[in-house]
């Protein structure tokens, strides 16, 4: 399994995504990052599969990361 990177984020955003709202962040680099499980929802398919197939990628697994956030919660 590749190391995965903490990441810091100085900012993070609501953006749509296929009709749906994912939370994005982007670090002081500049670049962005978005969650896995929630592009994966939107998009129907199963987190835990595209995770493990993105870990067995070598170019692809150097973008995970795992980061802290704000989350808002709220009454629907």
Known sequence: MAE???LVPVEQREVEFYGDELTAVR???GQIYAFISQMC???G????TQRQRIERHTILAR???V???AMSYGLA
């Open 4 to 6: 995965i990177n903490t």
């Open 27 to 29: 670090l002081a680099s």
């Open 41 to 43: 929802r939107a998009l």
């Open 45 to 48: 398919l199963d987190t835990q």
């Open 63 to 65: 973008g995970l990361g």
């Open 67 to 69: 980061c802290k956030t």
